[in-house]
């Protein structure tokens, strides 16, 4: 799990470059995964600056059938919650 954790999370790294964004303009970052994120967590998605704005875990399986662990990261300039 910590190899496709890393592969993701460089995927999103080279998405975020390539918009001229990195971690730290992240406003939510989200994971899709029934598999225990803690002997990553801390080395690889902390370590990344990945959830400075902290990160929420759902524990189901990702949206896209066939994978094991999904992310996405978002950034708004202004977000109401209801």
Known sequence: MT????HVLGTMEK???ALGM???R???TQVY???DLHPFLGDEIVARGAAAAGLTWH?????VQGL???MDVRAV???RVM
């Open 77 to 79: 300039a202004v977000e």
């Open 33 to 35: 995964t029934v598999f």
């Open 59 to 63: 524990y189901a399986r990702p949206p």
């Open 3 to 6: 190899e496709k954790a890393r």
């Open 15 to 17: 998405r975020l470059g």
């Open 68 to 70: 094991d662990y999904e």
């Open 22 to 24: 990195d971690w730290g």
């Open 26 to 28: 992240a406003g939510a």
